[in-house]
């Protein structure tokens, strides 16, 4: 499992915090909006919308915070 993310934002700590309390290990992976590397051509193609946070689990991708949770 994998978490694409920023560490300030509150989507991504709502993600991150309920990750933790339920012992899901993923793998995390810091993504800054800022700088535009959420727009690479390799997580663009898992995530046309290119919003943050992403999680993955093999071939399911989620997006929506709620769903992530």
Known sequence: MQLYHHPYSLDSQKVRLALEEKNI???????????GKNLNSAF????????????????????DTVEII
């Open 25 to 35: 290990d993923y793998t995390s992976f810091h993504l800054n909006p800022l700088t």
């Open 44 to 63: 663009f193609r898992r995530n046309p919308t290119a919003r943050l946070p992403l999680f993955q689990n093999g071939s399911v991708v989620l997006t």
